[in-house]
């Protein structure tokens, strides 16, 4: 089967994860997609594919004849898509594409556009899966996982591609941030790897930003409007007023290559009370402690202003750059750079402006740098995947698994 096929099955789950959720998964929908994969794998051979109990799917593939002392690796997607856009009722299709924009639902006048998205000048004479505009495609991380499992049907298959020890994790909650919160290492029998979540063919990942997460409590004073003089503290404006105290152009729209960011996630406000939640992010670690710490000053700043009650912050830290452990096995690095070379494309290095399960798993004894799928536009309804192209990732899979070898 080929990947495209595969994806094509896989999007039709509705795996999407949820920021606020009291269960793990955080959406049980994610273990359909789950008890599927483990059948898959048991269909192309994988025997010991299982699920456990806490949603994440784990199969290995044997070491080819004499290989078995070699040390093996492991390859992990994510099974959840983002909350950021629904996957529900994923409809997709595949367009030839010959330049230009893609028209992905003339209805409502949803047009993926050239001018927004130049990247699709890559794909011109390539078939693209895309939407019809109503959703999310899931290609994050779904082509990964179709990518893997095409890898390994094909390792099963033909016995004269020689290769180590290949263990597959598929974990869920990703996107939310809790992709490995309860991965069993334990069943984990390899010391490295590879996530299979990046993006265009050509780009190698292995540093992740440092991330962090604001929240900010602000309590206000409702009094009648009509009589509020010097009594009122509106907690609406005290939110504005707070987030107006950070550096404005250092925020996900006005940012890019290693540029960190503000980001203001959400509001939740009344006069009585605001909530403001913020993701920090930077690739340097001290620049995001410095960035929690300007958080902090502005909350001083406003309990100064309006009473030393007024504010209450909250920061957790989410992860860390994954490149500070990678370093240590610059065979990772080496290795994906030749197996991208050996299908005649030019690696391009590129830090990952945002976080894999391998920013965790790094400092969990798993060092994980990241390899592309293909996908573009990820969290979009504009989201889109070249067939061509999630067949180059896999033969990139194949040429690793032959130079790991």
């Not at 602000?218 to 005290?238: D, E, F, Q, T």
């Not at 540029?259 to 509001?267: A, R, T, V």
């Amino acid at each position: 089967m080929k990947p495209f096929e595969r994806l094509l099955k896989y999007v039709t789950f509705d795996t999407e994860s949820q920021t606020n959720s009291t269960t793990f998964p955080s959406t049980l929908k994610q273990l359909e997609l789950a008890k599927y994969l483990v059948t898959e794998m048991k269909e192309i051979g994988i025997d010991d594919a299982f699920l456990d109990d806490n949603g994440y799917v784990y199969g290995t593939i044997n070491p080819s004849t004499g290989l078995e002392e070699k040390p093996g690796f492991a390859l992990i997607a994510h099974m959840d898509t983002s909350p950021d856009v629904t996957g529900k009722n994923v409809k997709p299709h595949i367009v030839h594409y010959n330049g230009g924009d893609i028209i992905l639902n003339e209805e409502k006048n949803i047009v993926t556009k050239l001018s927004d998205f130049p990247d699709l000048e890559k794909h011109i004479n390539q078939h693209i899966i895309v939407t019809d505009g109503n959703t999310l495609l899931g290609a994050d991380d779904k082509a990964g996982i179709a990518e893997i499992m095409t890898m390994a049907e094909t390792l099963i298959n033909d016995k004269s591609r020689k290769h180590p020890l290949i263990q597959i994790v598929f974990t869920p909650d990703e996107e939310v941030g809790h992709g490995v919160d309860k991965i069993d290492m334990n069943k984990i029998k390899v010391n490295k790897g590879y996530t299979v979540d990046g993006g265009y063919i050509s780009i190698f990942q292995y540093e992740t930003f440092n991330g962090s997460t604001a929240t900010i409590k602000i309590k206000g004073r409702s009094v009648h409007p009509g009589y509020s003089k010097w009594k009122m503290k509106n907690a609406c404006l005290i939110a504005n007023e707070f987030n107006s105290l950070l550096p404005q152009h250092e925020i996900p729209a006005t940012t890019e290559n290693r540029e960190g960011f503000y980001h203001l996630m959400s509001i939740n406000a009344n006069v009585e009370e605001a909530t403001l939640k913020y993701i920090l992010r930077d690739h340097d670690y001290k620049k995001l402690l410095q960035r929690e710490e300007m958080i902090k000053k502005a909350a001083t700043f406003i309990c100064d202003k309006y009473g030393q009650d007024t504010v209450k912050v909250e920061i957790e830290e989410g992860y860390r750059n994954m490149g500070e452990e990678v370093i240590k096995h610059p065979e990772l690095i080496d290795s994906a750079l030749e197996a991208i070379r050996s299908i005649g494309i030019e690696p391009q290095i590129e830090a990952v402006r945002g976080g894999t399960d391998g920013s965790r798993l790094s400092f969990m004894g798993l060092a994980c740098p990241n390899l592309p799928t293909g996908c573009q536009n990820g969290h979009s309804r504009h989201e889109y995947i070249s067939v061509e192209d999630m067949d180059k990732c896999t033969e990139i899979l194949l040429k690793l698994s032959s130079i790991m070898a």
